[in-house]
């Protein structure tokens, strides 16, 4: 107790110890696991036997695996369509609010509550059973008078469409990073524009966006990752159903694990989906100086 | 000009509130559809208002199945998400203390790994801590839920509450040492009633994540007794066990009622919390 005490008292030892449940945490649930898992990619396991060392065969399963291209396939398509379209939506509807006026507030709020709970398996629920054949979206089709019983889930082209959408309905949290952004933008440049006599397409293209570029890029590294990593929803909506048409990659990973016993492929496909992910986020990266803007104002 | 004026404030205000109405209506329809008799819910899909109106959803689906109550699954998210959210909370706000206010080796090295685990989502891991907590004899017990938030594996809240502690004038602290306080004093004295707004922030985004996360609960938890809301609400929509939608609407709406809540009493907080250093909500 008396040698804590010295410890805590000198500012060197006393950070140590106060940062000390990251590191242990950091080394326990991160580094560790991800050891254990570097080598079980390297075996045949089933979680019941114990593990026999294999080698490369796991990865020279995976090459020559038809469904683990169609996954990376369908994310990609995921993550392209949806991420982009979402940070559109985001930064217009942030521009529709930034005028403050007495219903703002509740504007702000109906954006914003679907990023809140979109994550939920409720939403996923809703998702399911509004895009059924006797569901919400074919009856309000009928009402307008579409005759339509079409199963959106049910169809290879549309079904993966269900989960754009219903990602792209969660562009709230984007929305409010970019308000915060836009609100740092100061009057003066819009002003000087307005002497010039720039028009609003111009003052657009000329003054917001470019210094918007940081948060969009921000935006586009965290939900890139994020995109390429959905789980929940295909989980529940689709189960990669039809025909692997709405097979995520996670989705894929898991099914490899824990429902045909392949834990050591399963293992060997999250170090591949590690370094997807660094490879984008390092791709991204690369592109960062041709179009963000970072001269500050 | 003032005329035309009015005109553009009216088409503003149809537009963005009818597109507002378009973003909630999916979850006012479940909500609405959560008090009509179940067998009529999809032939009556396109109007919104119950009629005629019941509560006898919520009585069905509060029995739960297999001989375990609804009530049990709330209970059970409850104490996950709060136990792990109070783990999160503190860890987090001892480790921030740490990195900002002192100097030691290996500083810098430890704040990189902090921003990596950022960058590491449950989704990579999944796998992995599967097979180093079967290892553990984890494995259907709450554990892998709770045992790792309590070591500020988080990078976000870390990163968030350090941001936090750096905005406080340091000479707070040097006074409180002149005066003799120690270190964990100066934290416990000082810097935690200053961080109150961070603390909230983080305990806000932590219990809604913890009370929507599926993916850990699908991985450890076997004994339907033991299940968390999201994973019962799930099982209640499989093929086979129930067709019963009026229930699973109930309870659906139910399960979101936390989030919705925190949503309307803490928005300044969380907007912040998103706005300041780009958490997800």
Known sequence: MNLFKK???????????????????????????????????????????????TGLENFRTMFADETFYKSIKVTFFFAFVS?????????????????????????????YLPSIIGGSVAVAILWKRMFATDGVINKLLQAVGIDCKFSWLGDTKTAIWVLIILAVWQFGSSMLIFLSSLKQIPMSLYEAANVDGANG?????????PLLTPTIFFNLVMQMINGFLAFTQSYIITQGKPMNSTLFYTVYMYQQSFEFYNTGYGAALAWVMLAIIGLITLLLFATKKFWVYEGGL | MR????????????????????????????????????????????????????????????KGFAKVSFMTFFKNSLFISVVATVGTVISSAVVAYGFARFKFKGRNLLFAAMLLSMMLPAQVLMIPQYLWYQKLGWVGSYLPLIVPYFF???????????????????????????????YPQIFIRVILPLITPALVTGAIFSFMWRWDDFLSALLYVNKSALYPVSLALKLFCDPGSSSDYGAMFAMASLSILPSVLIFIFFQKYLVEGISTSGLKG
Request: net charge positive; charged share 15%; glycine share 6%.
């Open chain 2, 3 to 62: 005329e035309k004026r009015r005109i553009r404030n009216v088409i503003y205000h149809v537009l963005v509130f009818s597109v507002g109405i378009i973003m909630i209506y999916p979850l006012i329809w479940m909500f609405m559809s959560s008090f009509k008799e179940t067998k009529t819910i999809f032939q009556t899909a396109g109007n919104l208002i119950p009629n005629p109106f019941t509560i006898q959803n919520y009585i069905n689906g509060l």
């Open chain 1, 201 to 209: 397409i111009s003052k657009f293209f000329k003054i917001t966006l």
């Open chain 1, 83 to 111: 991420v982009p379209l979402r940070l559109i939506f985001a930064l217009l509807v942030a521009m529709l609010l930034l005028k403050t006026t007495k219903m703002t507030g509740f504007y702000r709020a109906a954006y």
């Open chain 1, 7 to 53: 410890a805590m008292s000198r500012e060197s030892t006393a950070g140590i110890i106060f940062t000390l449940p990251f590191t242990v945490g950091f080394l326990l649930f991160m580094i560790v696991p991800m050891g254990i898992s570097l080598y079980y990619s390297f075996c045949k396991y089933d979680i019941l036997s114990p593990p026999v060392f």
């Open chain 2, 152 to 182: 500020a594996i988080q990078g976000f809240f870390v990163y968030l509450m350090t941001n936090f502690i750096d905005g406080i004038p340091r000479e707070l602290d040097e006074a409180a040492k002149i005066d003799g306080c120690s």
